[in-house]
């Protein structure tokens, strides 16, 4: 059979095909990461810029690599996953800076039940980190932003500090903050970044003028619109 990594780069490049994208700017967060990689390795005429936030290239560790997590580590996260995937837990430890807010943990929580059962959440995680997407880094051309939060309790900002010294054009930028997601925490500064890698230039504070609106309504506009017709009204 064929891996997750292969199934998951045949949909990538259906999805690109059919919106016509040759090469567009691609992203990947948390377990997107090795997938990402090689799938970049293996088909760089279909990517110009890659942007990486929060993710690694091995989640698991090697004699060469004693910044992954052993296997009882990742057993640990795996039965962690499948406790609080889908309920309102899971953003104590991926979102804390919206834990406190009551709606958006339901939303999120919903968010989660959505995307995947919890059993289809743990075997994707348990897929995911059997692949060693390191050897690709050394392929990889196109210029790279990495992205990683300095207090994320699920992933060291190693991970991202290494992707970035192995690759050949990357940029390295550590963010405050411990959420897993650029969504809430700090989203400005990630968005300026990431307009900054892509198009040379941040646009900055937008201009502000002081103008005046004065609104009106005119006695049974509603009857002679319909009367009139749009143009000549």
């Keep these: 059979g064929r891996s997750i990594a292969e199934h998951w780069q045949e949909d990538l490049l259906a999805v690109l095909d059919a919106a016509g994208a ?45 910044i992954g997590f052993d296997p009882e580590q990742l057993q640990r996260f795996l039965e962690f996953i499948r406790r609080v995937w889908g309920n309102e837990k899971w953003p104590d430890w991926f979102s804390p800076s919206v834990a406190g807010n009551e709606p958006l943990r339901r939303w999120i929580a919903k968010w989660c039940r959505i995307q995947a059962s919890p059993g289809t959440a743990v075997a994707n995680v348990r897929d995911v980190s059997a692949i060693d997407a390191r050897p690709a880094l050394a392929e990889i051309r196109v210029p790279t932003l990495v992205m990683t939060r300095t207090g994320h309790r699920m992933l060291p900002a190693s991970h991202g500090r290494y992707i970035a010294e192995q690759l050949h054009d990357a940029r390295f930028v550590e963010l405050p903050g411990a959420d897993g997601m650029p969504m809430w925490e700090t989203s400005d500064e990630i968005l300026d970044r990431v307009e900054e890698f892509l198009t040379g230039s941040r646009h900055g504070e937008p201009d502000r003028v002081l103008v005046t609106l004065m609104s009106t309504d005119l006695v049974d506009s509603t009857r002679r619109a319909a009367e009139l017709g749009d143009s000549a009204w």
């Design 22 to 66: 040759t090469a567009p700017a691609l992203m990947g967060l948390t377990d997107a990461g090795p997938l990402l990689l090689r799938f970049v390795a293996a088909h760089p005429e279909r990517c110009s810029r890659l942007i990486l936030f929060n993710t690694s290239a091995c989640f698991a560790a090697a004699p060469d690599y004693p």
